[in-house]
């Protein structure tokens, strides 16, 4: 890990847990379109990111208190801690 050392939730996570499917599970049930994917690392949920016009990672984040999400991009290899706005590689 480089950035993000100081963030316990990241540090807690031992096994990253990578996307089952590479789609956002809320946007397919809209019909709607994202950008990128992030997938929870509490719960594996792969869902849309800030830049998709419903981000619903960051409002599970909030909703479920679940706060870590991975890149669910393919070639990214990165952590994203919302409470404590740290990301970090591995
Ligand atoms: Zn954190
Ligand atoms: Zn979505
Ligand atoms: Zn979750």
Excluded at 17 to 35: L, T
Excluded at 51 to 56: F, G, I, T
Aim: proline share 4%; with cysteine.
């Amino acid at each position: 890990m480089s950035a993000g050392a100081d963030c316990l939730y990241i540090k807690a996570i031992a096994t990253v847990r990578h996307p089952d499917k590479r789609e956002c599970a809320e946007c397919v049930k809209m019909g709607a379109q994202w950008v990128h994917l992030r997938t929870c690392q509490e719960c594996g949920v792969t869902l849309c990111c800030d830049s998709s016009p419903n981000r619903h990672a960051s409002k599970h984040a909030r909703a479920s208190e679940h706060p870590v999400v991975a890149s669910a991009e393919r070639g990214e290899r990165w952590l994203y801690c919302y409470p404590d706005d740290a990301f970090a590689d591995y």
